[in-house]
């Protein structure tokens, strides 16, 4: 049983790009972003925003606000799978598929696909915006949405 879970989790890890699998690609900066928020580790989400997402705010500041906006929102992230992403130049644009519920936006808990904007910051990605990916732009970051062989292909590194 042991060596089967083993041998699947070996196939999948290697169906993934590599560079995803990279420490500090835009893929991994993202998961860890998402996966700081998810565990409301906001200190160490701060560590992965741009200057332009700090906005001009202190750690301590930012952290505070971060703390209570997601308290008040009661917001819950259950999951999310970070898709293969594009780099041209110092940008980087990683989709992602997130499972969450909050009190205002999102109460329903229905799947959402986002779009993350990444910048370079020295020799570091860093997450500078997030957007919702319109219906008609799905098939352009998304794998599942595509129906023609063109658009089967992942998006260019």
């Given at each position: 049983m042991r060596l089967g879970v083993l041998r699947v989790g070996l196939l999948l890890a290697l169906a993934v790009p590599a560079r995803a699998l990279e420490p500090g690609s835009p893929e991994d900066v993202v998961r860890r972003y998402l996966g700081a928020l998810k565990e409301r580790r906001?200190?160490?989400a701060y560590d992965l925003v741009s200057q332009a997402m700090r906005q001009g705010?202190?750690?301590a500041t930012w952290v505070k606000e971060y703390k209570a906006l997601s308290a008040a929102a009661d917001v819950k992230i259950f999951g999310f799978e970070v898709q293969p992403g594009?780099?041209?130049g110092g940008v980087a644009r990683v989709p992602n598929i997130l499972q969450s519920q909050d009190r205002f936006v999102n109460?329903?808990?229905l799947t959402e696909y986002e779009l993350y904007t990444l910048v370079r910051d020295g020799d570091a990605w860093k997450v500078d915006a997030q957007i919702l990916v319109e219906p008609p732009d799905l098939p352009?970051?998304?794998?599942k949405f595509r129906t023609s062989p063109e658009e089967s292909k992942p998006p260019p590194h």
């Open positions: 906001f200190e160490e705010k202190d750690k594009k780099v041209e109460t329903m808990g352009k970051w998304f794998a």
